[in-house]
């Protein structure tokens, strides 16, 4: 039979570097927010998605049911509070997650609103084959790493920019995250590596995370193309 799917959307932003004056997961995207756009991509039916978890600071979650109710939004999650950094964000949704026995989990950015479906469903069932699976794109730049004696050029093959969603199986996610949080921990899968390999999935150069001004006006002309 296949996995039961749940998905973590995080959404703790507060727009410092958008410098605009709401978090940018509620910034407008051709009319709808951001964190709306987001949600609606992982409630395609034909993921199959069985519970979506919506993580925000507890402060913002006044504003996201105003939004909602304004947008007529009807489609099921659940609203988790968020904790003191990602890290605590994503197992603050685990937490809501923990009465279900086995599963595929995708945590996903809320601001990285173009993901595709065709992406969300590579990474799941990668994930479902091999316990952990990320969606990444090779960078187009060349790349340097610094050093104390100026810097050196990297192999630009090797490396991938890493991007979300990123999936798990269930039970394998929930046991790194009750290990305890250190500084090395950028995404989950740098809190999962040390227990189960992390199968890499062709991303989509599309799927951008919102962070500045710039970012989303190359959105918004994505939206509009497709």
């Known amino acids: 039979m296949p996995l039961s799917r ?3 959307l995080v959404a703790g932003g507060t727009g410092t570097r958008m410098g605009a ?3 940018k997961q509620f910034l407008e995207l051709l009319g709808e927010p951001v964190l ?3 949600l609606r991509r ?3 039916p034909a993921l199959s998605v069985q519970d979506c978890v919506v993580v ?3 402060d913002q979650f006044t504003i996201w049911h105003e939004l909602c109710a304004r947008h007529s939004v009807s489609i099921p999650h659940t609203i988790v509070a968020g904790g003191h950094s990602r890290w605590a964000s994503v197992r603050n949704g685990l937490a809501h ?3 279900q026995k086995a599963g595929v989990v995708a945590v996903h950015d809320g601001v990285r609103p173009l993901v595709s479906a065709a992406v969300i469903e590579a990474t799941y069932a ?3 084959l091999h316990g952990a699976a990320v969606a990444a794109v090779p960078p187009k730049d060349s790349v340097r790493s610094l050093s104390q004696q100026g810097s050196y050029a990297l192999d630009r093959t090797r490396l991938r920019l890493v991007q979300t969603p990123q999936c798990f199986e269930l039970g394998l996610l929930q046991r790194a995250y009750q290990l305890p949080e250190l500084s090395t921990f950028t995404d989950d899968a740098s809190v999962v590596e040390d227990l189960q390999p992390i199968h890499l999935v062709n991303g989509d150069y599309r799927n951008l995370k919102i ?3 710039e970012d989303l006006i190359l959105a918004e002309a994505l939206l509009r193309a497709q």
């Open 36 to 38: 709306l756009h987001t």
């Open 42 to 44: 992982f409630m395609e």
């Open 126 to 128: 990668a994930a479902e």
């Open 97 to 99: 997650l923990q009465a």
């Open 211 to 213: 962070t500045t001004p």
């Open 6 to 8: 749940f998905a973590i």
């Open 21 to 23: 004056g709401r978090p």
């Open 56 to 58: 925000l600071p507890q």
